[in-house]
């Protein structure tokens, strides 16, 4: 797996770290978003990162691009966030 895009965290239109994190984003499919939110919506992706990151909720900007954080899957190493692509301000 690449982690060949770069994130950061915002939140209340403050950048909330400034640690740039090395993540892996994938589009969501409508089968993959059916299981886990029970709905589609178009602009959902999945961040994958290499270490656990504890963030539940907010913004985060991927190479320029804004995202709202949806939901978050933690395991003992790893992190999952999902987002949907924000076109509002932050």
């Known amino acids: 797996m690449r982690y060949n895009k770069r994130l950061q965290f915002v939140d209340d ?19 993959a978003q059916n299981l886990v939110f029970g709905s589609v919506k178009q602009g959902r992706i999945a961040v994958r990162f290499q270490n656990r990151v504890n963030v539940r ?24 966030i999902y987002g949907v692509e924000y076109r509002g301000r932050l």
């Open 13 to 31: 239109k403050l950048v909330k770290q400034q640690e740039v994190y090395p993540v892996n984003v994938t589009s969501m499919g409508v089968k």
């Open 57 to 80: 909720s907010g913004y985060m900007v991927i190479d320029g691009d804004n995202f709202k954080i949806e939901n978050s899957t933690y395991t003992d190493r790893t992190s999952t």
